[in-house]
């Protein structure tokens, strides 16, 4: 059984375009997180939910709005592409327990996106 | 000074061989440290957490030294199926912060 799967595994679009991410996870977890991987491999968060909530922003353009409609399932939607959105965009998902540190973070396979 | 810094190798190494690889952070507020495997083209994976006392799982073993600020993970008796990225991921702050993630060391294991 997949634990976080995302679709679409690629995605090839034209400048300008408007996409969407889906991700789910069947873990049962509380937390689930949006992660680019650029060119030079470099993982950085971009946005966090936990119940729905945001929590964490971490200064991505507006042309990026994530979208939670319960906590299994995070989507990602990119209005005007550019090509440097060109990146392979990694869900994420963990369970926050209050007081607790950090906890184990599970990876969905990757959507890679290629803006021409 | 990066949050988290890796070498970023190429280490490529001869089945058998013990390798380490180092990392440091730059908060000393942060409170959880993990080590992650990628392979390529893969999603990040969960290695292993880093405690305090270190920690030991099969071939590999895990160190924290918080009063240098460096965490490491060694490698004993690689296997071709060791050859990956390995990052080291630290948390932003003390408590429920975001994991922030080093640019990797990548592995290679060569029979």
């Known amino acids: 059984d997949t634990a976080v799967s995302q679709t679409p595994k690629y995605l090839v679009t034209q400048m300008g375009n408007d996409k969407s991410i889906k991700c789910e996870q069947n873990l049962g977890h509380d937390t689930m997180y949006w992660y680019k991987q650029d060119s030079k491999k470099f993982l950085k968060i971009m946005f966090s939910y936990n119940n729905k909530e945001l929590i964490i922003n971490e200064t991505v353009p507006n042309r990026f709005s994530p979208k939670s409609p319960d906590k299994a399932h995070l989507n990602l939607h990119i209005n005007s592409l550019e090509l440097g959105d060109s990146a392979v965009y990694f869900c994420a998902s963990s369970q926050i327990e209050t007081g607790r540190y950090q906890e184990t973070q599970y990876f969905g396979p990757g959507t890679r996106l290629l803006v021409l | 000074r990066k949050e988290v810094e890796q070498d970023p190798g190429p280490f490529n190494v001869p089945e058998g061989a013990t390798v380490a690889f180092n990392c440091t952070y730059s908060n000393s507020a942060s409170q959880s440290f993990f080590w992650y495997r990628q392979d390529c083209r893969k999603e990040p994976k969960l290695l292993m957490s880093?405690?305090?006392s270190g920690n030991e799982d099969g071939r590999f073993t895990a160190q924290l030294n918080r009063a240098s600020q460096y965490i490491s993970l060694l490698i004993r008796d690689s296997k071709l199926s060791d050859s990956a990225t390995y990052l080291c991921?630290?948390?932003?702050?003390?408590?429920?912060?975001?994991?922030?993630f080093g640019k990797g060391t990548r592995l290679s294991v060569i029979a």
């Open positions: 991921v630290v948390n932003r702050n003390s408590g429920n912060t975001p994991l922030v």
């Open positions: 880093v405690y305090s």
